[in-house]
């Protein structure tokens, strides 16, 4: 079974800074995803990636599968990005196993 | 953009009684997941469909929950005798691959008293 843990749990921030949220796994996956929630609950897809560094905008994914970890990067924050960041990874079939998320709040 | 819809948004229901949650998925999607989140708790997967049949649930699932796909465009999760502990926000997600990005539908708030 697939152990899935984030860190920090908790992060803040100022507008301007780099942010990185770190994800560990416990066995081998096909694919790792990470995932924002708002605070109304809803959830959206930002990245999956099975090896390598993915961008999009300001924000940076990258995986390294002989580690089994990830991290999610921000560069120059904005009180916007505030919200809760979840890993989480497709094993050996497709769904997805949920980290705990990593709520970021980021202040003007 | 295409999206995952899902209703009712909300729902109080009482403890024994029987809830539908539907989603309508992207409609070139395949693959077809319910997941929940209980309010403070990290997403739990419930079940994965395809083909018309389940293909993997986990422990949640027990026999008071079922999924059709009753029309080819809805996607249902049923929950035959809630009880209080099914209170959490249900989750449809659809994909165009088996493993894919999966797209969330924006929830069901389900509480049961």
């Known amino acids: 079974k697939n152990e899935v843990e984030q860190s920090p749990q908790n992060l803040t921030a100022q507008e301007g800074e780099f942010i990185t949220i770190n994800c560990s796994y416990s066995v081998g996956i096909s694919a790792l995803h990470w995932l924002q929630q708002h605070p109304g609950g809803g959830i959206v897809s930002l990245f999956m990636l099975s090896s390598g560094k993915k961008k999009h905008g300001r924000l940076i994914a990258t995986i390294n599968i002989q580690e089994k970890h990830s991290s999610l990067h921000i560069t120059a924050s904005h009180p916007r990005d505030s919200a809760v960041y979840i890993c989480?990874?497709?094993?050996?079939?497709?769904?997805?196993?949920f980290g705990t998320g990593t709520r970021l709040q980021v202040f003007p | 953009e295409p999206e995952v819809t899902q209703t009712p948004s909300h729902q109080v229901t009482q403890m024994g009684q029987e809830v539908i949650l539907r989603c309508v998925p992207i409609?070139?999607?395949?693959?077809f997941y319910w997941y929940r989140q209980i309010l403070g708790q990290k997403v739990e997967f419930l079940v994965s469909?395809?083909?018309?049949?389940?293909?993997?649930k986990s422990e949640i699932f027990d026999d008071q929950f079922s999924v059709e796909r009753p029309d080819g465009s809805n996607f249902t999760l049923k929950i035959r005798s809630t009880k209080l502990e099914d209170s959490a926000m249900y989750f449809c997600?659809?994909?165009?691959?088996?493993?894919?990005?999966?797209?969330f539908g924006p929830g069901t708030r389900l509480l049961v008293l």
């Open positions: 997600a659809s994909s165009a691959e088996r493993v894919g990005t999966q797209y």
């Open positions: 989480a990874v497709s094993d050996n079939t497709d769904k997805l196993i």
């Open positions: 409609s070139n999607h395949l693959y």
């Open positions: 469909f395809y083909n018309n049949e389940i293909s993997e």
